[in-house]
């Protein structure tokens, strides 16, 4: 015959006996409502356990052995309806100091013996933790396990027990200068004599799924803490939490130096967690350790190079509900599910960014912004994107969700396109905050810095050939970005280059192309004129050993190859350049005799040297010598035309104007 009556309860003088599934609970009948409410689904059971907890007060009472006989019972008779046939019932009571050993047998072993099951009971102090643990490992004590007719034996600290507790330090202890002790999340770890530190850690909910380890202590070090994470197992580490419980251990430079001393990735919470309506929450805290704010990213992953993400989030702004990992949407929305254009709050590591629903999963500016201590950041649509329908109205909503303290820190990024129409919208939504509502310039596309070109200017050893007036520019190997119509006017017809009719030019296009092109395709575009027109192609200068790296802009190159199109018309008409005036042009004209050292030239364009083995090509001297191209042309329509097999214009001297660039030739 059962003790409980139908509906689960007994009562044993001041005491009330209630059943909640496999856990059963001994609480007073005074407080009975209240207790039970803190007390019930406090812990999770699996199948073929069954749990007792009482309330403190009730341990004290009178009748509580009774109450506590007929409690494990009605437990473990739940516990057999669920249980594997080919395992025991397993009970667990949480009394504290129930399997402590005595002069006598252990009250644990009476039990076992007495309902035939197996009895888990506390060696000394047990507390019910957030996250839903029975902790019994205060002050190195343990569950003790007991069998009908075995004398007990150790059986962790933690119930239910996640499978990482074996992996940690079982007892108190220190580290180098670290005071290391265990407490239900996992591990905590302080400067000696930081003794709050450890206190606080004891309160700290425990996450099934991974350790944590809970730090804190202004003159704790990064290499400190690398130092004790490098004594676990690496999966260990790589899942293990970090809960720092002070501004020092919680400030993103930190928290990057260790992970840059550990070599990967760390996880942290922003600060002190505790547990608020079932759900995990994490606050800041200011100098003396006091909690000052809730931003909406509790939990931020930490790179080497500075860079965070957001991995956890905190509660709900009022009136929102969770819709994912990192996301939450109005708790009014008719549909159940998320429609693509529903506006969403996304958990960004500065604060919230609303987005479309089809954007949630996309990375976009907001998440690069970076978390502060002491700002919380809004931002609104996504770059280079007209503002969501919605919008403004979802920000209202969410403003009107934040407490007192999110409200004083808010600011808000409006990063989408928006018109004149949606400005006021917005401006209107955030009501008296529309003082800190930005409206930052984002542009379509980044910027392109002008390129420079970097040009290797071979210097031949010896003199050329007195008809050789034109030294190659040789390796530009670089590849660079320039425009289409540069290259097209560096490449103009055949038909230019020996003296005919110019073919007629092509309609501009209405879009400039950009075409990215190698210079050394550039170079060889530009070959001599001796290619070009048939005739027999001048040897190649040798190279000389010393070479000098000059750099100019590509628009420079594309001008000198423009200038070089039409001085070699010129000269394949029998017409040689002449200069008005330009030593370095009087000097080509004389030979390399006059100068002292031969010319060298990008293209046919002449360059003046000043030394006989290295030449630095000036980007001033270099357009000043290569801008002769009205007087070349008026120079090869004074010139007699040349009549076909005629001799290049090296070996027929051209026609003096009786400028003094002639006299000198």
């Known amino acids: 015959m059962s003790d409980l009556d139908e509906s689960g309860t007994a009562r044993v003088r001041d005491l009330v006996v209630r059943a909640h ?45 009774t109450a506590l006989r007929k409690a494990c019972r009605a437990a473990v008779a739940a516990a057999e309806r669920t249980r594997n046939p080919a395992e025991p019932a397993r009970l667990w009571v949480a009394v504290p100091s129930l399997g402590e050993r005595g002069r006598g047998r252990p009250q644990g072993q009476k039990l076992a013996r007495e309902l035939g099951a197996e009895v888990h009971a506390p060696s000394g102090p047990v507390r019910i933790v957030a996250g839903g643990c029975a902790y019994a490992g205060d002050e190195d004590h343990r569950w003790i396990r007991f069998t009908a007719d075995g004398p007990g034996e150790a059986h962790g600290t933690r119930f239910p027990r996640p499978e990482w507790e074996d992996r940690l330090p079982r007892g108190s202890g220190y580290d180098g200068t670290l005071h290391l002790r265990p407490v239900p999340a996992g591990l905590a770890a302080a400067l000696d004599g930081a003794e709050p530190v450890l206190e606080l850690a004891r309160w700290i909910p425990v996450a099934p799924a991974r350790p944590r380890l809970v730090i804190g202590g202004r003159g704790l070090l990064p290499h400190q803490v690398a130092a004790l994470l490098r004594r676990f197992p690496e999966p260990v580490r790589l899942r293990m939490q970090l809960v720092p419980l002070d501004q020092w251990t919680a400030s993103g430079g930190w928290l990057a130096e260790l992970s840059r001393t550990l070599g990967h990735e760390v996880v942290s919470t922003i600060g002190p967690l505790q547990q608020l309506g079932g759900l995990e929450a994490a606050h800041l805290v200011d100098a003396i350790g006091a909690p000052t704010w809730r931003p909406f990213a509790a939990a931020l992953r930490h790179g080497a190079d500075g860079r965070i993400a957001a991995v956890q989030a905190n509660l709900a702004p009022r009136g929102w509900m969770p819709a994912g990992p990192l996301a939450y949407r109005w708790s009014g929305s008719p549909e159940v599910q998320p429609t693509p254009h529903e506006i969403i709050a ?216 423009g200038a070089s199109t039409e001085q070699e018309a010129g000269t394949n008409n029998g017409a040689a350049p002449a200069t008005s005036g330009s030593t370095a042009a009087a000097a080509t004209a004389a030979g390399p005799s006059a100068a002292g050292a031969p010319p060298i030239t990008m293209s046919g364009g002449p360059v003046p040297t000043t030394s006989a083995e290295t030449v630095r090509v000036d980007v001033s001297t270099l357009r000043a010598a290569m801008t002769a191209e009205p007087e070349h042309e008026a120079t090869a329509e004074a010139a007699a035309p040349a009549e076909p097999g005629a001799a290049t214009a090296a070996e027929h001297p051209p026609a003096t104007s009786g400028d003094s660039t002639a006299q000198a030739s």
């Open 21 to 65: 599934g496999s856990t059963v609970l001994v609480v007073r009948r005074s407080a009975a409502d209240k207790e039970s409410a803190a007390l019930a689904g406090a812990v999770p059971v699996g199948p073929g356990e069954g749990l007792v907890l009482t309330s403190p007060a009730a341990v004290q009472a009178g009748g509580f052995r």
């Open 346 to 561: 996304k958990v960004v590591p500065a604060g919230l960014a609303l987005v479309p629903a089809s954007k949630v999963a996309s990375s976009t500016s907001a998440d690069r912004l970076s978390f502060e201590t002491d700002r919380l950041t809004i931002t609104v649509g996504v770059p280079c994107t007209p503002m969501p329908e919605g919008a403004a109205l979802a920000l209202h909503r969410v403003l009107g969700g934040l407490d007192r303290e999110q409200l004083a820190r808010v600011r808000i990024l409006v990063l989408g396109v928006a018109d004149r129409a949606a400005r006021s919208a917005l401006l209107s939504a955030a009501g008296e905050l529309r003082g800190r509502v930005a409206f930052p310039k984002v542009l379509s596309a980044p910027l392109r810095e002008e390129e420079h070109a970097t040009l290797r200017v071979h210097r031949q050893a010896t003199a050329p050939a007195e008809g050789e007036r034109t030294q190659r520019v040789e390796r530009v190997e670089r590849t660079q970005v320039v425009r289409a119509a540069d290259v097209a006017a560096a490449q103009k017809p055949d038909a230019l280059r020996t003296g005919s009719a110019p073919a007629q030019a092509a309609p501009a296009p209405a879009a400039e192309e950009t075409t990215v092109v190698r210079a050394a395709d550039i170079a060889a575009a530009e070959k001599p004129d001796a290619l070009r027109t048939g005739s027999a192609p001048a040897q190649a200068a040798p190279e000389s050993p010393a070479e000098e790296t000059t750099v100019v802009r590509a628009a420079d190159v594309a001008a000198a190859a």
